[in-house]
């Protein structure tokens, strides 16, 4: 069963950092790309990143540019998203998501943005 | 960007009537080459992730109820539910992929009249 688990949100002040991380399990992690998601609270689904299964191949939405970070570990079946300067309005659910077309998604993870 | 736009906002419909959502791209999101339209949509209930339930624009992912549909091509496509269950209550997203960066139209949200 395919399974993706996000972690490592949480509250942080304007400026600060997080890293999150999606755990991947149930496919062959090293062969799909995959894709960080995110969506504010009440609001609708906001693409964010992309890397190709080698990293060969890094995208970002123009919102989080120069701010964010995306990687993989392979090895480990392991999705990252380093956030730097960190503005109110990153605040949203951030999901990861397998392969261009979203075909599995994790739960999700909280990252709130505030003083 | 390709900019997705879904009409209508919001939408209620009876039991076992049928719902139809729409979603506009501001470019044609065919690739002519393999005749595949780069479109997928999705359903989301409160609480809950995303879940893919049609992707090339028409072909169902495995486990959806095949009251779900979708149809079009180069910029206009649908998504329709033939027989609204209660359980089809949720917010539906179109997304292109056929950019390097992929977006989504803004949402319906579907609801029981």
């Known amino acids: 069963e395919v399974q993706l688990v996000e972690s490592g949100g949480g509250l942080v002040k304007p400026g600060g950092s997080l890293r999150l991380s999606c755990a991947a399990s149930?496919?062959?992690?090293?062969?799909?790309?995959m894709n960080w998601v995110r969506q504010a609270p009440g609001k609708g689904l906001e693409w964010v990143s992309s890397i190709s299964s080698s990293s060969s191949y890094i995208y970002y939405a123009d919102s989080v540019k120069g701010r964010f970070t995306i990687s993989r570990d392979n090895a480990k079946n392991s999705l990252y998203l380093q956030m730097n300067s960190l503005r109110v309005d990153d605040t949203a659910v951030y999901y990861c998501a397998r392969n261009k077309r979203g075909d599995y998604w994790g739960q999700g993870t909280l990252v709130t943005v505030s003083s | 960007d390709i900019v997705m736009t879904q009409f209508p906002d919001s939408l209620a419909v009876s039991l076992g009537e049928r719902a139809t959502i729409n979603c506009k791209s501001s470019q044609s999101v065919l690739h002519s080459s393999i005749n595949n339209n780069y479109l997928a949509w999705y359903q989301q209930k409160p609480g809950q992730p995303p879940k893919l339930l049609i992707y090339w624009a028409s072909t169902r992912q495995s486990g959806v109820p095949d009251r779900f549909s979708g149809s079009g091509s180069g910029t206009d496509f649908t998504l329709t539910i033939s027989s609204l269950q209660a359980e089809d209550v949720a917010d539906y997203y179109c997304?292109?992929?056929?950019?390097?960066?992929?977006?989504f139209g803004q949402g319906t949200k579907v609801e029981i009249k």
């Open positions: 149930g496919f062959t992690f090293s062969s799909y790309s």
């Open positions: 997304l292109q992929y056929y950019s390097i960066y992929p977006t």
